[in-house]
C-alpha cells in the first residue's frame, strides 16, 4: 500500500521562462531574487512589462537566515495592496525564502513562533508561489518544505506544509549556463543525495524510487559531462530534467541520513550543502548490502552491478569532480564526527534511513573516511 501526491504543475523548457508573463497576467505580485547582478534582466524583464511587479525585493543570502527573513518581513510590511503572488527567481535560497514569506507574510511573531519557540507554523491562506529555478539541486520548486537557518543558535529548521507546493515550476535550462562549475557540481550532487535517500527511506514506494533511479542515472552520467561544458543547454536540461525526478521523488519522502549528517557540516565547518550532503553517499551505498532486498535492487539498477562496486563507482565518480571524501579533506576531527554520526541516526531525516549505524561504521572504515 502506498500513496502518492505532487501537485506541482512543471512547465519545462528552453526560453520557457517566458511563461512567467502568462502566469502573472492581471495578477498582483512581488518578486524575490538574488542581489547579484546576473539576475537583474529577469525583474527588469518584468519591471518593464504592462503588469510590473509591486516590489521587488533582491536581500536573499544563501542559506536564509531567520534573522534575514524577518527583515523581509519588515519590507513586505510595507506593501499596502493585496498581493496574490510571489514570483521566486533563484536557487534553493530564493525559492525557501519566498515560502517563508508567502507562510508568514508580515506577521514576525509567527515566524519568530515558529523558528525560536518550536511552535508548529501557523500558516493561513499562504501568498501563491511560481518558482523560477537558477540552480538544478534542491528541487524546492517541488516540495512543499523551506530550509530556515538561525545561525546565532546554531540550529536549522524545516519549514514543511501541505499548503506550500508552488502552484508552477517554471524551469528553464538556458537561465543555468551562467552557473559557475563549483555551484554546478554542488548542486548537481544534491539532486543525486536527494535521490538516493528517497529510495533508502521507509516512505519510498515504487513511483517515488523510479523518479529516483531515473535521476541519479542522469546525474551519474551528464554531471561529469556538464562540468567541462558549462554552457551546454543540452547537459544543462539534462540536469534540470535529473533535478525534476529527484524533486517528484524526494517530494513524497523527504531525506534520510546523508543530510541529516550535512547539517552540522555545514552549520560548523562551512562546507556547502551540495558536498556536505552527498559525500556520504558512497558509505551509505556499500551499507545497504544486505539490509532491504527491494532497496538494494533499486540501488543496484543505478549502477547496474552489485553495491561493493556501485560504491566503488559512486567514489570514483565524485573524486572525478573533485569532491572530498574524507574527514581530513572535510577538516572534521574524528571525535567529533562520531558525535555527529550518534545525533544524526537519532535524528529526525536520520530516522527515515532504513539502514544501521554498525552497517555504515563498517561501511566507512572500509571506504576509507577516516
Ligand atoms: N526546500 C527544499 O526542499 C530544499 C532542499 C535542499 C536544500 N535546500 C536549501 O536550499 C539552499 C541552497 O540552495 P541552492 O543550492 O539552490 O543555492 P542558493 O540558492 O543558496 O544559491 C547559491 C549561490 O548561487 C548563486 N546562483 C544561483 N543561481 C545561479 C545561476 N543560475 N548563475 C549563477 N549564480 C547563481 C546565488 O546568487 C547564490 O549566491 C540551502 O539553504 C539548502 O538548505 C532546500
Ligand atoms: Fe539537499
Redesign the pocket.
Known amino acids: 500500500m502506498w500513496n502518492y501526491f505532487n501537485p506541482v504543475e512543471i512547465i519545462f523548457g528552453k526560453n520557457r521562462f517566458q511563461e512567467v508573463h502568462n502566469a502573472l497576467k492581471d495578477k498582483s505580485y512581488i518578486i524575490i531574487t ?3 547582478e ?2 537583474k534582466k529577469y525583474s527588469d524583464e518584468l519591471n518593464t512589462s504592462s503588469n510590473p511587479p509591486l516590489a521587488i525585493m533582491t536581500e536573499v543570502q ?3 537566515d531567520y534573522k534575514d527573513i524577518l527583515e523581509l518581513q519588515k519590507k513586505f510590511s510595507s506593501i499596502k495592496k493585496n498581493v496574490d503572488y510571489i514570483l521566486a527567481i ?7 525564502t519566498a ?1 517563508a514569506i508567502a507562510a508568514f507574510k508580515e506577521n514576525q511573531e509567527y515566524l519568530t513562533d515558529f523558528v525560536r519557540n518550536k511552535k508548529s507554523p501557523k500558516v493561513e491562506n499562504p501568498i501563491k508561489i511560481i518558482a523560477v ?3 538544478s ?4 520548486e517541488l ?1 512543499c ?3 530556515i ?1 538561525d545561525k546565532e543558535k546554531n540550529n ?1 529548521l524545516s519549514l514543511a506544509h501541505k499548503t506550500l507546493y508552488a502552484e508552477k515550476a517554471i524551469i528553464d535550462p538556458s ?2 549556463v ?3 562549475l563549483g ?1 554546478t557540481i ?2 548537481g550532487l ?1 539532486a543525486l543525495s ?1 535521490s538516493m535517500e528517497s529510495i533508502w527511506n521507509i516512505n519510498a514506494n515504487p513511483v517515488s524510487a523510479s523518479h529516483a533511479i531515473q535521476a541519479s542515472k542522469l546525474v551519474l552520467e551528464n554531471l561529469p559531462l556538464l562540468s567541462k561544458d558549462l554552457k551546454s543547454v543540452e547537459l544543462r536540461s539534462n540536469i534540470a530534467r535529473a533535478c525534476v525526478h529527484a524533486g517528484l521523488a524526494f517530494s513524497n519522502t523527504k531525506t534520510a541520513i546523508s543530510h541529516n549528517l550535512s547539517y552540522p557540516i555545514t552549520l560548523n565547518y562551512g562546507v556547502q ?2 558536498i556536505a550532503c552527498s559525500f556520504t553517499l558512497p558509505i551509505v551505498t556499500r551499507s545497504m548490502i544486505g539490509i532491504d532486498p527491494v532497496a538494494e535492487e533499486r540501488l543496484q539498477s543505478i549502477f547496474n552491478s552489485n553495491l561493493e562496486v556501485g560504491s566503488s563507482k559512486l567514489s570514483d565518480f565524485m573524486r572525478s569532480l573533485n569532491v572530498p571524501l574524507n574527514l581530513n579533506e572535510i577538516k572534521v576531527p574524528v571525535q567529533e564526527w562520531n558525535n555527529i554520526v550518534d545525533d544524526a541516526f537519532l535524528g529526525e531525516r536520520g530516522k527515515n534511513f532504513i539502514g544501521n549505524k554498525e552497517s555504515f561504521t563498517k561501511s566507512a572504515q572500509l571506504m576509507g573516511l577516516y
Open positions: 538574488h542581489p547579484e546576473i539576475f544563501p542559506n536564509p533563484g536557487g534553493g535560497s530564493v525559492t525557501d515560502k529555478p537558477t540552480t539541486g534542491t528541487s524546492s516540495t518544505w523551506a530550509t537557518w536549522k537561465i543555468m551562467d552557473k559557475p555551484l554542488s548542486t544534491d536527494h550543502h551540495g
